[in-house]
C-alpha cells in the first residue's frame, strides 16, 4: 500500500517561508515524476510545481522565483520550499507522485496540508 506522507504545512506571516516535504512510503513505488498542487476554496485543484526524477523542474507562474522544489530519490521524498509567501498562497498543498508503464499510469496523491498566510 503505496502512501504520501505530507508534513509542514500551517500558519505563516506574508513575506515568510514554509517547508513543505512529502515521503512515500508503504511500498517500493519510485515516481517517475512528483509534484504540488494546490486547491483553495472553492477553486479547482492547480499545478503548483513539478520534478521528475531527472530533476527537471516546471513552476505555475504565480510562483515562479518564489517557490523551489526538490526531491532526494535516494529517500523517495519531495520537498517545497516557500519564500515570500502571500496571502493568495492560502490553500490546501497535496503532494502527488506518479509513475508510467507500459500499461498506464499508475498515481498517487496525499492528504493534503494546509498552509495559511496571513496578511
Known amino acids: 500500500q503505496v502512501q504520501l506522507v505530507e508534513s509542514g504545512g500551517g500558519l505563516a506571516q506574508a513575506g515568510g517561508s514554509l517547508r513543505l516535504s512529502c515521503a512515500v512510503s508503504g511500498s517500493t513505488f519510485s515516481p517517475d515524476a512528483m509534484a504540488w498542487y494546490r486547491q483553495a476554496p472553492g477553486s479547482q485543484r492547480d499545478l503548483v510545481a513539478r520534478v521528475d526524477d531527472g530533476g527537471s523542474t516546471n513552476y505555475a507562474d504565480s510562483v515562479k522565483g518564489r517557490f523551489t522544489i526538490s526531491r532526494d530519490n535516494a529517500k523517495n521524498t519531495v520537498y517545497l520550499e516557500m519564500n515570500s509567501l502571500k496571502s493568495e498562497d492560502t490553500a490546501v498543498y497535496y503532494c502527488?507522485?506518479?509513475?508510467?508503464?507500459?500499461?498506464?499510469?499508475?498515481?498517487?496523491w496525499g492528504q493534503g496540508t494546509q498552509v495559511t498566510v496571513s496578511s
Open positions: 502527488y507522485a506518479a509513475r508510467v508503464s507500459w500499461s498506464g499510469a499508475t498515481e498517487y
